[in-house]
């Protein structure tokens, strides 16, 4: 029977006495209903989206636990975090696949502007999901928990601690060995987060890896967001790698597929991206060109954070075109702003940058006092061998009064290869 035909008396008579297959009223009954009816249309349409979100494949887990899931939240807000993971394994009211997809969600949310924050949340829904039930079934509850450990990965990998990240996202592969359903989106999904661990490691031959299997696994699926969010992060890997002008003609060649995800804050990452590149670069020129169009597109996606990362792209910019205290008056507006945010690992970043422009002015007392500041920011975190002999360099080069302009930039350049760019 086509879509909009109406349902013949015999299949009516059955679904009325509940003698229908469950298959029967999909194929017979449903099409009727949302085929003629905008109501039922559109409630199948948020029934697909809120099945999207929950990442379930029952229709009523998804509206339901859904639709409860803040509410359960509100329970664990404002407590102190071993006290929610307490609540966690007594409270059974809590043990639903709707809270542990809420808190995955948050902490996707939070993992970049408070990651420590993010890895509570992770924990506490990977605590949930130990504690499903038998109504849900166990292959898909394994996937959940592979999703949940690589969301703590992801958290872990964001505060620096890399070799933590690595024991979960080990954990999270197991489950998914162990899961067996074959859910080529919950696959792509831990392989792109394992890559960008790997990039931060600096094992750039399996972030490729990774990112090559997460690819093809999205393209399975037709996610028009996935594909974009790992061609954006093939971009990353390439200038993390040293080759700026290569990560250039790849972001231009993967624009269209990112703007056909139709995500606009994807976009925009995509037109920062480019324009932090071309800064990098020395093509300032083109990078002045771009930038109205990153600012316009910013008014309709940007966070805070954002528009904090574009200043200090615009401080580079000016820097690169000759304009010293408009660059120090950027540079230092932004490591202030990292500073208040708790974030002293991109403020020492943004100072490695404006090392630079002290060290073309000359200003060597200035440096000293620089390098003495920000080495115990990346002494704190897990940097790589490279990156913490070149900033050793940096501060012997700074104490020796030998900090040339030269060596300043190439520590700058090495530390911000280690972070994939500003």
């Given at each position: 029977m086509g879509e909009g035909r109406h349902p013949s008396l015999d299949t009516l008579a059955r679904w009325l006495a509940g003698e229908l297959e469950h298959e029967d009223v999909l194929r017979e009954v449903v099409p009727h209903l949302t085929g003629n009816c905008p109501v039922c249309r559109g409630n199948e349409e948020e029934i697909r989206r809120l099945q999207d979100e929950s990442g379930h494949w029952s229709e009523t887990v998804a509206v339901f636990e859904t639709r409860e899931a803040p509410e359960l939240a509100r329970l664990l807000e404002g407590l102190p975090h071993e006290e929610q993971m307490r609540l966690a394994d007594e409270n059974e009211d809590l043990h639903t696949w709707g809270l542990c997809q809420y808190l995955l969600k948050k902490t996707r949310e939070t993992v970049f502007e408070n990651p420590a924050q993010a890895v509570e949340t992770a924990l506490v829904a990977i605590r949930l999901s130990g504690h499903l039930g038998e109504v849900y079934h166990p292959g898909w509850v394994l996937d959940l928990q592979a999703r949940a450990l690589a969301y703590l990965g992801n958290a872990l990998r964001a505060t620096g601690e890399l070799k933590a990240a690595d024991f979960a996202f080990l954990r999270a592969e197991e489950k998914l060995g162990r899961s067996g359903t074959g859910n080529a989106q919950v696959e792509a999904e831990v392989l792109r987060m394992k890559a960008s661990l790997k990039l931060d490691q600096r094992l750039f031959a399996q972030a490729q890896g990774y990112l090559d299997r997460a690819l093809a696994r999205y393209r399975q699926t037709q996610d028009l967001e996935g594909i974009a969010t790992v061609l954006l992060k093939k971009v990353k890997l390439v200038k993390a790698e040293g080759k700026i002008d290569a990560s250039i003609e790849l972001l231009r060649e993967v624009l269209g597929e990112i703007a056909a995800a139709k995500q606009p804050r994807l976009h925009a990452y995509a037109l920062q991206s480019l324009l932090a590149s071309l800064a990098l670069a020395g093509r300032n020129e083109e990078a002045m060109d771009l930038l109205p169009s990153v600012r316009e597109i910013f008014r309709e996606t940007a966070e805070p954070l954002d528009w904090l990362r574009l200043r200090w792209t615009e401080a580079s910019i000016a820097q690169g075109l000759?304009?010293?205290?408009?660059?120090?008056?950027?540079?230092?507006?932004?490591?202030?702003?990292?500073?208040?945010?708790?974030?002293?690992?991109?403020?020492?970043?943004v100072s490695l940058d404006l090392a630079t422009l002290l060290a073309e002015q000359g200003r060597t007392e200035e440096l000293k006092s620089l390098a003495a500041e920000i080495l115990p920011v990346f002494e704190s975190r897990e940097v790589h061998q490279e990156a913490m002999a070149a900033l050793l360099l940096f501060q012997r080069a700074c104490a020796e009064e030998k900090a040339t302009v030269e060596l300043v930039r190439q520590i700058a350049a090495t530390l911000r290869r280690g972070n994939g760019g500003t």
């Open positions: 000759g304009r010293p205290s408009e660059a120090e008056a950027a540079y230092r507006e932004v490591q202030g702003k990292f500073l208040e945010l708790g974030k002293s690992y991109d403020a020492a970043l």
